[in-house]
């Protein structure tokens, strides 16, 4: 009897071995990534970029919202982007920035993300004002370029570019600097280069600010 009792403890013991067998496999390997230096790498590169995020003083008197990417296409990043946040933030084609840099604008807005048209997709146009005069921003040969600015007006490498406020894109939005200064084919308008620091591809985070007006 107590050979019986002991097989059959054995045989129980076995049986449950193996249907746990691939539980404690995944177990097993989420420790494993845990430690592997790859994702140890990959988590405290995301930590350091929310602590970065964390760490921006907005610098515009508006109602603002804070959010991250959850999509964005690796082979074509720099047309658009979805973040979390649509009508249930009650948003609409508000601006969206990072470290206080324009980053583009929602363009469609779904029940709880939102999709950027960003500042570097070719279809984007954005009135912007560098000085008192006012040009277009538009992305170009991959690169942005301000445009519509008359060859004889007062442009000088340096100067800060913002948004103009023409348009729906609230005013004086921080863009970037002139970088460089050309006459077009016709010596009719400047051809602006614009340095823009704002890395689009490393974005993980971004804020929306909520007055548009």
């Given at each position: 009897m107590k050979k019986l009792i002991k097989e059959n403890y054995l045989?129980?013991?076995?049986?449950?071995?193996?249907?746990?067998?691939?539980?404690?496999?995944?177990?097993?390997?989420?420790?494993?990534?845990?430690?592997?230096?790859?994702?140890?790498?990959?988590?405290e590169s995301d930590y350091n970029k929310l602590l970065e995020f964390n760490n921006i003083d907005l610098v515009?008197?508006?109602?603002?919202?804070?959010?991250?990417?959850?999509?964005?296409?690796?082979?074509?990043?720099?047309?658009?982007?979805?973040?979390r946040g649509g009508k249930d933030k009650n948003l609409s084609n508000e601006p969206v920035i990072y470290d206080n840099t324009l980053v583009g604008v929602i363009d469609r807005v779904n029940d709880s993300t939102s999709t950027v048209k960003l500042i570097t997709n070719k279809n984007s146009k954005i009135s912007v004002k560098i000085n008192d005069e006012i040009g277009l921003l538009e992305y170009k040969n991959n690169e942005l370029i301000v445009s519509n600015i008359e060859s004889n007006r007062s442009v000088n490498v340096g100067d800060i570019i913002y948004t103009s406020g023409l348009g729906n894109t609230k005013e004086n939005i921080y863009i970037g600097e002139v970088k460089e200064v050309n006459l077009d084919s016709k010596n009719i308008e400047k051809i602006i280069k614009v340095d823009y620091k704002i890395k689009i591809k490393d974005l993980d985070y971004v804020t929306i600010l909520k007055e548009n007006k």
């Open positions: 045989f129980l013991i076995l049986f449950l071995l193996l249907i746990l067998k691939e539980p404690i496999y995944k177990i097993i390997n989420i420790k494993e990534d845990m430690y592997h230096p790859t994702k140890c790498s990959l988590l515009y008197e508006s109602e603002f919202l804070n959010t991250y990417i959850i999509y964005k296409d690796i082979y074509n990043y720099l047309n658009e982007i979805t973040i």
